[in-house]
């Protein structure tokens, strides 16, 4: 099972992810809200543990954002914030489960899996034996070379995925424009290797709600990186 702990306290978060650890768990850490969105969609885990007093965006606007671009990770919010009202509120936004500090490490457990079986892991990447690893909450369809994003397929043209599928086959490294000209018109002598920059220019745009950047540089290529 895999968690994301998106916490700002650096004994808190030690402390949770050295115990869900020793508990057979993979725990991924955010310290700010800024990161998180990007986070949650590049790494698709089993559950979400949210603190709501974040630096940057708070975490209720956190949640908010996440459960608007589709992503639906069970999410138990972990707050000092106790009163009925917090609670209320952070379960209107799209909190499924809400503990107040301080708490049970045994029942925080408890509580974790029981929200997992009951989603179905319905955004973990492990869902769709037949796709690629996630980036950014998009997999390629190993059998049909389809792209999805949060499970759904993307529209793209013939050759900005093409583009795309080269790019996630190494997210944050560089590939030269060459080798993608290559791959995106193979076998078309007549096309002039500018051409890959009209293709790249289409799938920017197209891919700007995924959290992911589409990144020229200069003499080297292009790289996909996850949004900041």
């Not at 639906?72 to 914030?81: D, E, S």
């Not at 045994?106 to 492990?126: F, K, M, P, T, Y």
Request: charged share 25%; proline share 5%; net charge neutral.
């Amino acid at each position: 099972m895999k968690l994301l702990l998106i916490e700002d306290n650096a004994a808190m978060q030690t402390t949770l992810r050295r115990s869900f650890e020793r508990r057979g768990m993979q725990v991924l850490g955010c310290e700010d809200g800024a990161r998180a969105l990007a986070l949650w969609q590049a790494s698709l885990p089993d559950a979400v543990l949210l603190d709501l007093s974040l630096p940057g965006v708070d975490g209720l606007e956190v949640l908010s954002q996440a459960r608007a671009a589709g992503l639906t990770t069970p999410v138990i919010v972990l707050t000092a914030r106790g009163t009925v009202g917090d609670r209320i509120l952070g379960l209107n936004t799209g909190a499924d489960d809400y503990m107040p500090k301080p708490f049970d490490l045994d029942e925080l457990e408890a509580r974790v899996r029981a929200l997992v079986r009951r989603s179905g892991n319905a955004d973990s990447a492990s869902s769709s034996p037949a796709r690629g690893p996630a980036w950014c909450g998009m997999q390629v369809d190993k059998d049909s070379g389809a792209v999805y994003f949060n499970a759904q397929p993307m529209e793209l043209a013939p050759r900005e995925l093409a583009l795309l599928q080269a790019l996630l086959g190494k997210p944050g490294h560089a590939i030269a424009k060459e080798r993608l000209f290559e791959l995106v018109f193979p076998g078309e002598s007549q096309v002039q290797p500018e051409a890959i920059e009209v293709v790249a220019y289409r799938l920017r745009k197209k891919i700007a709600h995924t959290g992911a950047q589409l990144v020229t540089l200069r003499g080297l290529g292009y790289l996909l990186k996850a949004s900041a």
